[in-house]
């Protein structure tokens, strides 16, 4: 399956604004998530036949939040 390697942009307060994240994802199709809040880097595994990158990312941006796609491996 496919790895998202993200930089989420924006304030982030608390869990509840990764919980919104977390699950605006899994709604799109992530089949898992991970945040490095030190390095405020996310990792979203994925399987591109159900769901692929852009549909991702416009799930988070339509909750408010703002993500760069950093790098995207296949395995």
Partial sequence: MPVLY???K????CTGCMTSIENALYSSGAKHFEYDMALKIGKI???DKDV???Q???SVKKI???LDVMEI???
Avoid at 10 to 13: A, E, P, Q, S, T
């Fill in 6 to 8: 993200v930089s989420l």
């Fill in 10 to 13: 924006g304030l982030l307060h």
């Fill in 45 to 47: 595994v994925y399987d």
């Fill in 52 to 54: 692929n990158e852009i």
């Fill in 56 to 58: 991702l990312v416009d």
């Fill in 64 to 66: 408010g939040y703002d």
């Fill in 73 to 75: 491996l296949q395995d």
